[in-house]
């Protein structure tokens, strides 16, 4: 593989950004995946053991071999897999319940996230917080909150409270697993260079999750439960998911081949947000953001790319890396 260059190219923006759009599309699947019968399990069983396939035929085609399959740190990978898994979760059960273009804001809050996670020493970690790393938590924290609060009128009703309760929930659990994936993949790549590596594992062990969850929910042989009918839609739409899912993380590995992760991040910002809001509004006619939402999705930003502006005198402490 080779080396990075030290800045941005055209090449890595756009396989970053177009990276970021499938991935928004494989949400944009799941939340139609609903609309015909799919639950979140489905859609994810779908994402993991589809995607789990075509990663290792993207491995192939691309290495010529499977051995990028074996992982020097088999623990750590299967921990970021798992977090991934529950950022999956996530991301799918709050582009459901509150809008894709919502839950897309919501969702960057990931870096302050990473932070918080960073100031764990009980986690193994020993990040610092400074004045920036502060402020940046501050500002997404209230950004948070006003964004939830703006969203729900005056009149909105205790079934409303209660769906933007748990849609927000969702994404901001998936943003701490998020933060800790990030905390955790300098040392995963300090031992696997391969990027095939993870990408291969994160669908073999979230293809186990789904396994696990699902265990308990097939009939037993015997039973009078009946298959259920599924059409040719819905299949479509499933298998969207898997594509979608995995050739987003392929572009994604293929631009951080290209250049730093810490230059390509904020990228996601720029270009994934108005996009998803506009699938939101033409897909699903959610409704445009108001001023007032636009205004807390800025705050939102803003305080994540204040932790990729260039530091003047760069401390030993690490900046959040990745992307969800």
Same mark, same amino acid.
């Given at each position: 593989?080779?080396?990075?260059?030290?800045?941005?190219?055209?090449?890595?923006?756009?396989? &970053?950004?177009?990276?970021?759009? $499938?991935?928004? *599309?494989?949400?944009?699947?799941?939340?139609?995946? !609903?609309?015909?019968?799919?639950?979140?399990? @489905?859609?994810?069983?779908?994402?993991?053991? *589809?995607?789990?396939?075509?990663?290792?035929?993207?491995?192939?085609?691309?290495?010529?071999?499977?051995?990028?399959?074996?992982?020097?740190?088999?623990?750590?990978?299967?921990?970021?897999? %798992?977090?991934?898994?529950?950022?999956?979760?996530? %991301?799918?059960?709050?582009?459901?319940?509150?809008?894709?273009?919502?839950?897309?804001?919501?969702?960057?809050?990931?870096?302050?996230?990473?932070?918080?996670?960073?100031?764990?020493?009980?986690?193994?970690?020993?990040?610092?917080?400074?004045?920036?790393?502060?402020?940046?938590? $501050?500002?997404?924290?209230?950004?948070?909150?006003?964004? !939830?609060?703006?969203?729900?009128?005056?009149?909105?009703?205790?079934?409303?409270?209660?769906?933007?309760?748990?849609?927000?929930?969702?994404?901001?659990?998936?943003?701490?697993?998020?933060?800790?994936?990030?905390?955790?993949?300098?040392?995963?790549?300090? %031992?696997?260079?391969?990027?095939?590596?993870?990408?291969?594992?994160?669908?073999?062990?979230? !293809?186990?999750?789904?396994?696990? &969850?699902?265990?308990?929910?097939?009939?037993?042989?015997?039973?009078?439960?009946?298959? +259920?009918?599924?059409?040719?839609?819905?299949?479509? %739409?499933?298998?969207?998911?898997?594509?979608?899912?995995?050739?987003?993380?392929?572009?994604?590995?293929?631009? =951080?081949? @290209?250049?730093?992760?810490?230059?390509?991040?904020?990228?996601?910002?720029?270009? =994934?947000? +108005?996009?998803?809001?506009?699938?939101?509004? /033409?897909?699903?006619?959610? !409704? &445009?953001?108001? /001023? @007032?939402?636009? $205004?807390?999705?800025?705050?939102?930003?803003?305080?994540?790319?204040?932790?990729?502006?260039?530091?003047?005198?760069?401390? +030993?402490?690490?900046?959040?890396?990745?992307?969800?």
């Amino acid at each position: 593989m080779k080396d990075k260059k030290s800045g941005l190219t055209i090449k890595a923006i756009a396989y &970053w950004v177009f990276g970021a759009y $499938l991935v928004t *599309g494989m949400q944009a699947a799941a939340k139609l995946a !609903a609309h015909y019968g799919l639950s979140i399990r @489905e859609s994810m069983s779908a994402r993991y053991v *589809g995607g789990l396939l075509l990663a290792l035929a993207i491995m192939w085609v691309v290495r010529r071999s499977l051995r990028s399959v074996r992982s020097a740190n088999w623990r750590l990978q299967t921990q970021r897999s %798992v977090a991934v898994a529950v950022i999956t979760f996530g %991301v799918f059960t709050s582009a459901k319940l509150i809008g894709l273009g919502l839950s897309t804001a919501f969702g960057y809050s990931w870096p302050a996230f990473s932070q918080v996670v960073g100031w764990q020493r009980w986690l193994g970690f020993n990040e610092k917080p400074d004045f920036r790393s502060a402020l940046s938590v $501050l500002l997404t924290f209230i950004g948070v909150g006003m964004l !939830a609060r703006a969203r729900l009128h005056p009149a909105a009703s205790s079934s409303d409270f209660t769906v933007m309760v748990i849609g927000t929930g969702a994404v901001l659990l998936a943003s701490v697993c998020s933060g800790y994936q990030a905390n955790i993949a300098p040392k995963i790549k300090a %031992v696997d260079q391969d990027p095939f590596t993870g990408l291969v594992w994160l669908m073999f062990i979230g !293809a186990l999750v789904m396994m696990v &969850w699902s265990a308990g929910s097939w009939a037993l042989p015997g039973s009078s439960t009946t298959l +259920p009918v599924i059409s040719i839609t819905s299949v479509i %739409v499933a298998l969207a998911i898997p594509v979608c899912g995995t050739m987003g993380q392929f572009f994604y590995i293929q631009a =951080q081949v @290209e250049a730093p992760t810490r230059l390509l991040t904020p990228l996601t910002s720029i270009f =994934q947000l +108005p996009f998803a809001l506009a699938m939101g509004h /033409f897909a699903f006619g959610e !409704a &445009w953001p108001s /001023f @007032e939402e636009g $205004l807390w999705m800025a705050v939102i930003i803003g305080g994540s790319l204040l932790n990729y502006l260039p530091m003047p005198n760069p401390g +030993p402490s690490a900046k959040p890396q990745g992307s969800p």
